[in-house]
Every structure is written in structure tokens, then in C-alpha cells.
């Protein structure tokens, strides 16, 4: 094969993806389960759920840690995730 043309190789890759994923560190998230099983359920879960990327958007908190936590373990999966925030405003609040 002409190496101009290898980047093609694969064609093309179809992920699910979801944008809008809370976390512990989101205090209207809920998890039941056990603190030191956290990271590997939660992406345990994108993987069963089939989900190639994803993006954490806690409502106005971003825990730094947490995140690289997950994203660790995410990669080992070849789950991409992004970091993101989900902010609160004031719906039609006058100014």
C-alpha cells in the first residue's frame, strides 16, 4: 500500500459519545457503591455502556484530581475523556 494512503487504513470509526456525565465530586451526583471502587466502576460502566468519549461536567465544581483518576483509567480502556464544567445560572432572573 502507498504510504500517502495509510492513514485510511481503518475508514471510518463510529463512537458513542456523551457530553454530560456527573461525578462524586458533583454533589447531586449519587454513587452507592465503595470510595476505593469509585474510578474503576464509573468507567467500568462507560465500557459497558459502549461509550468511547466522554466529557465530565460536574455542576460548577471541577475536581482536578478526580478527574486525572478517571482519565487514567479511562485510556486503559481507550475511552477518551475531556474535562469539562456544567455552569448553573439564573434562568430569566432579572438583572
Do not use: C
Not at 485510511?8 to 456525565?21: E, P
Request: avoid cysteine; hydrophobic fraction near 35%; charge should be negative.
Amino acid at each position: 500500500m502507498d504510504k500517502e494512503f495509510e492513514i485510511f487504513k481503518n475508514g471510518s470509526t463510529w463512537l458513542k459519545a456523551d457530553f454530560h456525565l456527573h461525578t462524586k465530586a458533583d454533589k447531586e451526583f449519587v454513587y452507592p457503591g465503595e470510595d476505593n471502587s469509585f474510578i474503576s466502576d464509573y468507567v467500568n460502566q462507560l465500557g459497558k455502556e459502549e461509550i468511547g468519549i466522554a466529557a465530565i461536567t460536574n455542576h460548577n465544581k471541577f475536581d482536578f484530581n478526580e478527574y486525572k483518576a478517571l482519565a487514567k483509567k479511562s485510556r486503559k480502556q481507550e475511552i477518551y475523556l475531556l474535562p469539562g464544567v456544567e455552569l448553573s445560572v439564573n434562568d430569566g432572573a432579572i438583572l
